[in-house]
């Protein structure tokens, strides 16, 4: 079974500041996608950035980027320039790439704080 | 963008009645949506996975007579707690899988905050 690990239960920075926010995974399958979901105080989660484990190229979003280490299955977010706005919990999960439900596995979510 | 909604946001009920949510696909089409179940500062727990014009698929533990799944079109699916009791107290999400592209992503419904007193 596949499982998600996010070491970092809570992080808080200064506005403007870089952060980065760490998620390992296990799995034995070769093609699947990885995701962050941000989860803001209204509780509505929002998808950050998703990557497809077949690409090698990082995905961006904006001040959103990740760093996608495949064989040392890591896929960690930074955030730059931080905002007030992000602060929130964030979930990284994995889903399956074959056909099927594509269930999402979640990790257990880091609280980032952004501090003014 | 893939917006789901999910009605109501919040439900007060006493102890033995049941309680419908609904969550909707608003702006494409879903076949398969998710329903989750979240306790105060923990992660999102799947409950069961909704197939549209077929049974859902129940993860281990979660009692299918407790929570009922419909989903009869491609834009709505429901979860009924039957008889409710206070352990149900929750917060429950519903996501729906967005077929456009290579339908990989899931796009959440803002929750339903549910109490049994």
């Known amino acids: 079974a596949q499982t998600v690990t996010q070491s970092q239960p809570e992080m808080s920075v200064q506005e403007a500041e870089t952060v980065t926010l760490s998620c390992t995974y296990d799995?034995?399958?070769?093609?699947?996608?990885l995701f962050w979901y941000k989860q803001p105080p209204s509780r509505q989660m929002i998808l950050v950035i998703r990557?497809?484990?077949?690409?090698?190229q990082n995905a961006t979003e904006n001040r959103f980027s990740v760093n996608f280490q495949k064989a040392a299955k890591s896929f960690s977010l930074k955030i730059s320039d931080s905002q007030l706005g992000d602060t929130a919990m964030y979930f990284c999960a994995f889903m399956r790439g074959i056909q099927g439900a594509q269930k999402l596995v979640f990790g257990q979510g880091t609280r980032l704080t952004i501090n003014p | 963008g893939a917006v789901v909604s999910q009605h109501p946001s919040r439900v007060i009920c006493k102890s033995g009645t049941s309680v419908k949510i609904e969550c909707r696909s608003l702006?494409?089409?879903?076949?398969?949506m998710f329903w989750y179940r979240q306790f105060p500062k923990q992660s999102l727990m799947l409950m069961a996975t909704?197939?549209?014009?077929?049974?859902?698929?129940?993860e281990q533990g979660v009692e299918k007579d407790k929570f009922l799944i419909n989903h009869a079109s491609l834009t709505l699916s429901t979860l009924t707690v039957t008889s409710a009791h206070p352990e149900d107290s929750s917060f429950y999400i519903c996501?729906?899988?967005?077929?456009?592209?290579?339908?990989?992503?899931?796009?959440f419904g803002p929750g339903t905050r549910l109490l049994v007193l």
């Open positions: 702006d494409f089409q879903a076949t398969t």
């Open positions: 996501s729906a899988r967005d077929l456009r592209g290579q339908g990989e992503t899931q796009y």
């Open positions: 990557q497809e484990a077949y690409k090698q």
């Open positions: 909704s197939n549209e014009g077929s049974k859902a698929t129940y």
């Open positions: 799995t034995s399958e070769n093609n699947y996608y």
